[in-house]
């Protein structure tokens, strides 16, 4: 069967100040993703966004970045985590969930700072060079 990952990012990390406008993206990716994993990707994005007020981004059909799947961004501050992602932990519906900080560190939060809920997806990690790995000071 067809299994896909859920990502979503997580603020406060390691002593990090994270205020700012990237705090608490997320990510919905679905492994071979058929249109029965869009779907239900969508869906759990859409019942997110509805249930707790984060804000839902585009739904990308083909990998786009470090994720070898199709995604959709979920976005989300610290105090909606422990809600949002105990959340997805129980209605992920088969979808393998990501969840990283957003630092501005994307090689470390991605590598380093990761946690799953299900199988680990291999991330194309070499996206990351030197100049994307380090903060974003904008």
């Given amino acids: 069967s067809r299994s896909g990952a859920?990502?979503?990012?997580?603020d406060n990390c390691n002593g990090r100040d994270w205020a700012g406008?990237?705090?608490g993206i997320g990510r919905v990716s679905f492994q071979n993703f058929g249109s029965d994993d869009v779907a239900k990707a969508r869906r759990i994005c859409e019942t997110?966004?509805?249930t707790f007020g984060?804000?839902?981004g585009r739904v990308h059909e083909n990998p786009v970045g470090p994720h070898p799947d199709g995604s959709c961004q979920l976005r989300?501050?610290?105090?909606?985590?422990?809600?949002v992602t105990t959340w997805l932990a129980h209605n992920r519906d088969g979808l393998v969930v990501f969840i990283h900080p957003n630092t501005g560190h994307a090689l470390e939060d991605h590598r380093?700072?990761?946690l799953w809920m299900g199988a680990v997806r291999p991330l194309k990690l070499s996206v990351f060079d030197a100049s994307a790995a380090a903060p974003d000071k904008s």
């Fill in 6 to 10: 859920l990502s979503c990012f997580r």
């Fill in 112 to 114: 380093d700072h990761a």
């Fill in 48 to 50: 997110c966004r509805d």
């Fill in 21 to 23: 406008p990237r705090n």
């Fill in 54 to 56: 984060v804000e839902m």
């Fill in 76 to 83: 989300f501050g610290p105090d909606k985590f422990a809600d």
